[in-house]
């Protein structure tokens, strides 16, 4: 599994996460949320207002996922498949590479589209979308 977080002005670093590694709410608190998002967006951020944006995953939506999102005090800092030509290692030296390749450009220009996106989305009900 790889965890990474965009914003309109940058991203995190990728985390890998070990083969075979269940992404539970215990796994994704303390080494996704906590090692690695929080450190980079206290950082990035420095002291800016932030929204963190999950999807619906069983981690991210389980009752102590969501306490933790929502806790104000300050902290410290499956899907299978078979593996790829090269290996998990190319695998994420590949990803790495296109990682870095996403320009504050491209990321301004995702994140502002976003709103017409979901508009797009809630008038088309959840239906197929054409792309543009």
């Given at each position: 599994?790889?965890?990474?977080?965009?914003?309109?002005?940058?991203?995190?670093?990728?985390?890998?996460?070990?083969?075979?590694?269940?992404?539970?709410?215990?796994?994704?608190?303390?080494?996704?949320?906590?090692?690695?998002?929080?450190?980079?967006?206290?950082?990035?951020?420095?002291?800016?207002?932030?929204?963190?944006?999950?999807?619906?995953?069983?981690?991210?939506?389980?009752?102590?996922?969501?306490?933790?999102?929502?806790?104000p005090r300050p902290r410290q800092t499956s899907i299978l498949w078979t593996t790829p030509s090269g290996g998990i290692e190319a695998l994420k030296k590949t990803l790495l590479k296109e990682w870095d390749a996403l320009s504050p450009e491209?990321?301004?220009?995702?994140?502002?589209?976003?709103?017409?996106?979901?508009?797009?989305?809630?008038?088309?009900?959840?239906?197929?979308?054409?792309?543009?």
């Amino acid at each position: 599994m790889v965890f990474g977080a965009v914003c309109a002005d940058g991203k995190s670093p990728l985390l890998f996460v070990d083969q075979g590694v269940k992404i539970n709410k215990e796994v994704y608190i303390s080494q996704i949320l906590e090692k690695t998002l929080l450190p980079w967006a206290q950082k990035h951020f420095n002291g800016r207002r932030w929204v963190f944006q999950q999807d619906g995953a069983p981690a991210h939506t389980a009752k102590l996922s969501q306490q933790w999102a929502n806790d104000p005090r300050p902290r410290q800092t499956s899907i299978l498949w078979t593996t790829p030509s090269g290996g998990i290692e190319a695998l994420k030296k590949t990803l790495l590479k296109e990682w870095d390749a996403l320009s504050p450009e491209y990321l301004r220009a995702t994140i502002d589209a976003y709103p017409r996106r979901l508009r797009a989305v809630i008038e088309k009900r959840g239906g197929r979308m054409e792309q543009d």
